[in-house]
Each structure stands twice: as C-alpha cells, then as structure tokens.
C-alpha cells in the first residue's frame, strides 16, 4: 500500500521499485528465450512462450509427386472470362475482316509464308550460324528445314488447334489422371498426343504410327521444340495393328483412333479391336473412335454387337464435343470391356 501513497517520506520508494519490476521482467524473458538460442537440446521450459508461424511452413512444403499436382485438362469459364477481359484491355476484340487489314497490322513484320521461310533458311541458314563441322558441334539435334517451319501443321483437314480440344474431351470423358496409360493408334505428328505427353507421367504415352514423315516431324521436332524428350514416350512404326513392340502385360486406360478407322479397311480395324481388347483395363478403360464406325455399322446392329461380344467389348454410346477456338465440332464412338 504505501507504493500508491502519495506522500512525500515514501515517494523516493518509487523509482528502485519500479527498476525492480523491470529487471524481473527481463530476467523472465531471457530465461524463455535462452533454450532457442542455445545449440544443445532444446530444455524443457515449461513458460508460456507466444507461438511461431512454423506450421504454416510445415503445411506448405509438403512434397508432393507429378501424380498428385491439380493440372486441368480442360478450358473453364473462368479461364474464357479471363481471356476475354484481357482481350478488351488491349483492345483486340475485333479482329480484321479483310486481307487488306490483315496486311496493314502486319506493316513492320517480315511477313513471309512458310515457303518463303524455308527457302530463306536454306539459303542464309538464318541471322547468325555456324559454318561446317562447328554446326555439327554446337547443334545436337539437328532438324531439317521443312520440319523447322513447320509445314506439317498443315497436313491435317482442319487447324492445328484443334489437337488441344481433342485432348480436353478424351481426358475430361475419362477422368484422366498422369498416372493412367494411353494408347494412340495413328497419332501423326502428335498433333493430339503432344497434349498427352506433356500430361502424362513419363513413359505412359504409347502409339503406333505408319507413316515416315509423321514420325520424323514427331521425334525430330516435336518432341524436341516442347521440351518433353524427358517423357520418354513410346513412338513405334509399325503397320497391320501390330502390338507386340509395346511389350506384354500392359494395359490402358484409354485407347484412342481420331480420324485413322476412316481409312483402314474393316478387316484391319477388327483385327485391332481384337489385339486392343486383353490390353484396356476392366471397369474404367475406353476406347473412342473419332468421326463414324462405318467398320461396325456395315455389319448391322446385330452382327456388330455379336462380334464386339466375342471380342468382350460393349458399346456404349456416342458423344460430341466443340472446339475452343473454331466452329467445329467432332463426334466419339466409346466402347468398354463387357461387365463380368
């Protein structure tokens, strides 16, 4: 009581009991403190220290493998909306209605068609390059010209893009996850599997290919200029659905032909159909076929479905889906392993 006295005998009490109250205070502090700075086992104080935000890093560094990471294999609203806005910002929602206008916002642009671009490519071998052996010394992959400027992006009916929005329904119909394998029968110039790959865990990508000049723009282009040689797809040339390269024991979770049973003769289509069947795994594994079945539908109804039996196959219907960047639309033929 006499510490909140005011009068003046007690008064010089004041100030050794205050700088009394201070001192214990820190000694208090530097007791709780002493055991984190000290290099030995942390002591087992029992004082109530204020606590740190190291949960918030053990939550956040959590490893986790390519298999698990959230990767979307389809375009959302969202992302349209967002495109859009950004689209507006820099003024670019109307887009040219003639060649005249098309030439006038190229003004400052070499603007040279793919032709042009190869042939300055042979001749000049571009801005700055190496002459003789250096070029084989400082180029480990060297490309052919036609490959470089892309010429086979125009091989296909319709663009390029279109690659993309076959991927997005195929992994979106089937629930893809990287950890699942695909099989490609024809896949080309990767203008579809290319999505795949970049998708897909390492060496879950198989397809079988006939054609030289597609597996060539595949393997020596591709591949290379994405980034994905890593991903160790397996690219096989072969005919005659001829499996065997792709080793036993190995099954798929989706099987795909996009625009390739159109022009192989139906004897060969089921002759596939009949290798492809022991490999799609029961339950969740597919196989879709783009554009028609013609190689079912000549038989009837009830004949295809006979031979699709026999094989242990069932159909299962038919779908649609639209392109993101062009009027286009394309149709899916599902089939799946008969139910036990």
Known sequence: MALLSSASPTRSIVVPALLLLSAASGALLLFCLLPS????????CSCSCPATSTTTTTVTTTTTSPSAKSIPTSTSQEDVLWLKKLLAQNLLVDVPLSQAEWHELR??????????????????HGIAHYEGLEAENH??????????????????????????DVFEFLASATNLSPSDMVMEIG??????????????????????????????AALRYELPAHGLLYKRPLIIKGE?????NFGEGVSYDLIYA???????????????????ASRLKPGKGRIFVSHNI?????????????????????????????????NHYETWFEFRRLKV
């Open 37 to 44: 700075l000290s290099p030995s086992t942390p002591s087992s």
């Open 107 to 124: 003004k400052g642009i070499n603007p040279r068609t793919r032709a042009q671009q190869l042939q300055d490519l042979l001749n000049f």
């Open 139 to 164: 180029t480990a992959l060297p490309c052919p010209g036609e490959l470089l400027v892309e010429e086979h992006h125009s091989n296909y009916g319709e663009p390029w893009a279109g690659g993309r």
């Open 187 to 216: 896949c080309g110039t990767l203008r579809v599997g290319i999505h795949f790959i970049q998708y897909l865990d390492p060496n879950h990508f198989h397809c079988l290919e006939r054609d030289k000049l597609s597996l060539m």
């Open 240 to 244: 005659d659905m001829d499996f065997t």
């Open 258 to 276: 996009s625009a390739v049973f159109l022009h192989i003769p139906d004897k060969l289509v089921w002759v596939g159909l009949e290798r492809l």
């Open 294 to 326: 013609k190689f079912c539908r000549r038989l009837g109804g009830e004949e295809c479905k006979r031979r699709l039996t026999n094989l242990g196959l069932e159909y299962v219907g038919v779908q649609t889906h639209d392109s993101v960047l062009f």
